[in-house]
């Protein structure tokens, strides 16, 4: 079945730690995107990317990397420079060009201690 | 600015009863999407329906509807028969196709709750 996978669903790490989300398409989709989601809050960008190799900032990327070696793969570092990690962080998928829905992957929760 | 305001932060609906959330977006594109989410506590997103711009007509999808006013730039979405399931968070969402680059934005949501 085709769809995004997220892992893990559940991620603890110390203050301090890098940590990298994982996020994975087979969709053929040509972009993905990453959001964090606070509690009781809506879905905020972070990164997106439409093509291999070439991503863009959304609207909150300070603390956050992404690479897009792969069509199917748009993996996310929380790194220390992020101040408040602790979230809900969610990875999508659409078609380029097209203004139909984009396909959500299960979420990651992480918690920094 | 707000791209999408949902102005209901909760909302309680009886069984059975429909109910309509609220949703007004903001967009100089003439080309763009607009849809809506369910989230329920396990954080899925769960599509429920989309409406473009130069549809004619309001989406429907079963016992959803989204009543689409394009001068007023409003697309509120109608549950009938609100179920006990249907009790959780609501997303309403919009791609842009001409200035947006095709990235969806959201508002920040309403929570609904169905009483027995």
């Known amino acids: 079945d085709g769809g995004i996978t997220q892992s893990p669903k559940y991620l603890f790490r110390k203050e301090g730690q890098n940590v990298t989300l994982s996020c994975e398409q087979n969709?053929?989709?040509?972009?993905m995107y990453w959001y964090r989601q606070d509690p009781g809050q809506g879905l905020r960008l972070i990164y997106y990317?439409?093509?291999?190799?070439?991503?863009q900032k959304g609207d909150i990327a300070e603390g956050y990397s992404v690479s897009r070696e792969k069509k199917e793969s748009f993996p996310l570092t929380v790194t220390s420079a992020q101040k408040n990690p602790t979230a809900f962080y969610l990875c999508?998928?659409?078609?380029?060009?097209?203004?139909?829905?984009?396909?959500f992957g299960q979420g990651t929760r992480l918690t920094v201690v | 600015a707000q791209k999408i305001t949902q102005t209901q932060p909760g909302m309680f609906v009886q069984e059975k009863e429909a109910v309509t959330l609220d949703c007004t977006y903001d967009?100089?594109?003439?080309?763009?999407?607009l849809f809506w989410y369910k989230q329920p506590s396990s954080g899925e997103m769960i599509f429920l329906i989309y409406?473009?711009?130069?549809?004619?007509q309001n989406a429907t999808e079963g016992r959803y509807s989204l009543n689409f006013q394009k001068a007023r730039k409003s697309a509120n979405l109608v549950i009938s028969a609100s179920q006990l399931g249907d009790s959780a968070m609501y997303f309403c969402?919009?791609?842009?196709?001409?200035?947006?680059?095709?990235?969806?934005?959201f508002g920040a949501g309403t929570r609904l709750f169905v009483k027995a």
């Open positions: 969709l053929n989709h040509d972009a």
């Open positions: 409406q473009g711009s130069y549809d004619e």
């Open positions: 969402a919009m791609r842009e196709g001409d200035t947006g680059g095709f990235k969806t934005i």
């Open positions: 999508a998928s659409s078609p380029v060009g097209s203004l139909t829905e984009a396909f």
């Open positions: 990317s439409q093509i291999v190799n070439d991503f």
């Open positions: 967009t100089s594109d003439q080309s763009y999407g």
